[in-house]
Nanobody, 128 residues
Framework: QVQLVESGGGLVQAGGSLRLSCAAS????????MAWFRQAPGKGRQFVAA????????YYEDSLKGRFTISRDNAKNTVYLQMNSLNSEDTAVYYC?????????????????????WGQGTQVTVSS
């Protein structure tokens, strides 16, 4: 069983940056595709970014490209999300997720159903 714990959230002013971390335990995640999702109040869970396992390709929600960067450090069993130029629309709970899918992941990475393991989330609040 994989446990995921997010950290790094908090309150930041518009235009600022945050780096979220997702630390995994229970199993090595180096081969697992990993992703970040977010959920704003009253809205559904939205795909943010994903990174594959063995050959780390990255995917992003189109509107977030250029501001958000996902990365992984397999030696630390950790995935990161660097968020720059934050605005009020980025306010949400951010969730880390791990997938056990293989090739099919590359066509399904935006779907919450592609992920088996989820963290509890970390709150990001951007003040204007």
């Amino acid at each position: 069983q994989v446990q995921l714990v997010e950290s790094g959230g908090g309150l930041v002013q518009a235009g600022g940056s945050l780096r979220l971390s997702c630390a995994a335990s229970g199993r090595t995640i180096s081969s697992y595709p990993m992703a970040w999702f977010r959920q704003a109040p009253g809205k559904g869970r939205q795909f943010v970014a994903a990174v594959t396992g063995s050959v780390p390709n990255t995917y992003y929600e189109d509107s977030l490209k250029g501001r958000f960067t996902i990365s992984r450090d397999n030696a630390k069993n950790t995935v990161y999300l660097q968020m720059n130029s934050l605005n009020s629309e980025d306010t949400a709970v951010y969730y880390c997720a791990a997938s056990t899918w293989g090739e099919a992941f590359n066509s399904a990475y935006q779907r919450t159903g592609a992920y088996r393991h989820w963290g509890q989330g970390t709150q990001v609040t951007v003040s204007s």
